[in-house]
């Protein structure tokens, strides 16, 4: 298995365009997380899905954030509109028993 | 709620030196605890785990054994190398299907030969 795939690996934008960023689970895995990362808050939870359920969203930080869950392959973290204080790295994480996570290697998201 | 507290970093050491990065934890019932890794430019990675009370967690060399008593799990290694700088992070689960990992704010180590 190829792992988490996350994309873009890096992304800039400019203040107020959308974004979207992709993960693409392990196949099997049952739940899926979205974190975001930067030096000011550390690892932060967004949202997870449980059986492409949204389980818990009392982490994203507003209205701007949106995520879906499709299908149990596929997700998306959305921004709209993006700001710069929205830079950071995003991660997402497939877990398929109630412990291990698997991250994705992350993006890079830079709002200018 | 359920929560994680590790050491503030960095952690600055010497090639072989002994490392020792704190983490004690919060929740209401019995936890599985987790050490992740992360390398420059890429995703968390599992490290080592614990998933009941005295079990003991090791990996590359580290160890974290589960203390209930003192609600910690500190990791540990006897001799580290300029490989290991990394930022490590503590972390948690309830064990309920569909819960999230909560993980500390992470350490970061930085070893110099």
């Known amino acids: 298995d190829a792992g988490v795939i996350q994309s873009p690996r890096h992304e800039v934008t400019e203040m107020g365009q959308e974004v979207t960023l992709r993960c693409k689970p392990i196949?099997?895995?049952?739940?899926l997380f979205w974190y975001r990362q930067t030096m000011m808050r550390g690892l932060e939870l967004l949202i997870y899905?449980?059986?492409?359920?949204?389980?818990?969203d009392s982490g994203m930080p507003e209205d701007r954030f949106s995520a879906k869950m499709p299908n149990a392959s596929f997700s998306t973290l959305k921004i709209q509109p993006s700001e710069p204080r929205d830079s950071a790295v995003y991660f997402c994480a497939s877990i398929i028993r109630e412990d291990e996570a698997f991250f994705g290697q992350g993006t890079r998201l830079t709002v200018v | 709620g359920d929560s994680v507290t590790q050491m503030e970093g960095p952690v600055t050491l010497s090639e072989e030196a002994f490392l020792t990065i704190n983490c004690t934890y919060t929740a209401t019932g019995y936890p599985s605890l987790f050490w992740y890794v992360q390398y420059p430019g890429e995703g968390l990675q599992l490290l080592l785990k614990a998933t009941k009370a005295d079990d003991k967690g090791s990996n590359k060399g580290f160890e974290a054994t589960y203390r209930k008593e003192t609600t910690s799990f500190h990791l540990e290694k006897g001799s580290v190398q300029v490989s290991d700088s990394a930022v490590y992070f503590c972390?948690?689960?309830?064990?309920?299907?569909?819960?999230?990992?909560?993980f500390g704010k992470g350490t970061t180590l930085s070893v110099s030969s």
């Open positions: 899905f449980n059986n492409n359920v949204p389980i818990d």
């Open positions: 196949s099997g895995h049952n739940s």
């Open positions: 972390a948690l689960s309830d064990r309920k299907a569909g819960t999230a990992l909560i």
